[in-house]
């Protein structure tokens, strides 16, 4: 079975601009994180889509379900309590599933970061595509611009090739029992390290799969990428 997980345990440190989590920010006529759901739900292979959001904000995750999504598909729609990281929310959605629909070699889960409304359902297919036949997926773009690595803040310990770097997105995409498997394999030392969930594979060496992502898949994390979202939709600024 296919599961969607929308990550959205987070709450919006570096926005500082309204008293809510980013993903419940408005972006046009509704907030962030239904656009994101309703780029989900339009693929149809996802036998649940879960949302592991704060604690303290399922309620409000559940009103806006019940508002934003046709009645014919909230039953496909579950807010989860989300963990103290982004990891942590994925085993945490992880744990939901299996509670429901039991373990399987066959299960595979696309996650997604809740502020990045823009993906679009090719994303969506090719990684639950290419996490069947690879086991995990990350979802990139090709760096436009040069990657400067500097190892104190100050001056430039190195330049890559360009040609060989790429910015993470997400979706990210694995089979659930092989991600289980890696991350319980690793210790606390190698969990303190963990960026994303692909990094969980790549300490131990199990090979991630590209995906075409898109510059337009943009991830909301300041005010000034609120803005462009809110000009790629035609909506206001909140001030």
């Known amino acids: 079975m296919i599961f969607g997980a929308i990550l959205a345990g987070g709450v919006g440190s570096r926005m500082h601009m309204a008293d809510m989590p980013k993903q419940f920010l408005p972006l046009g006529d509704k907030p962030i994180i ?10 149809s ?8 959001v704060h604690a303290d904000w399922i309620n409000y995750m559940t009103d806006l379900i019940e508002k934003y999504v046709p009645a014919a598909l909230q039953e496909k729609v579950r807010p989860v ?24 070699d066959e299960h595979i889960i696309v996650s997604h970061d809740s502020v990045r409304p ?29 990657i400067v690595v500097s190892s104190d803040g100050k001056f430039i310990s190195n330049i890559p090739n360009r040609a060989q770097m790429y910015q993470g997105q997400t979706p990210q995409s694995f089979r659930i029992n092989l991600l289980k498997e890696l991350y319980h394999s690793l ?12 990094k969980i594979c790549v300490v131990r060496d199990h090979p991630v799969y590209l995906v075409e ?6 991830k909301i994390t300041t005010p000034g990428d609120y803005k462009i979202a809110q000009a790629m939709v035609g909506g206001n600024v909140l001030d």
């Open 213 to 218: 992502g898109s510059y337009t898949n943009l």
């Open 118 to 146: 823009f993906v679009t359902l090719r994303m969506i297919e090719e990684n639950i595509d290419y996490a069947a036949q690879y086991g995990a997926v990350d979802t990139v773009t090709p760096a436009v611009d040069t």
């Open 34 to 43: 239904i656009h994101t759901l309703e780029k989900f739900l339009t693929c």
């Open 187 to 198: 210790s606390e030392e190698e969990k303190g390290l963990l960026t994303d969930a692909c």
């Open 81 to 104: 309590a989300g963990g103290s990281d982004r990891n942590t929310t994925l085993l945490n959605v992880i744990a939901a599933i299996e509670d429901v629909f039991g373990e399987s």
């Open 45 to 52: 292979r996802f036998e649940a889509i879960y949302i592991g």
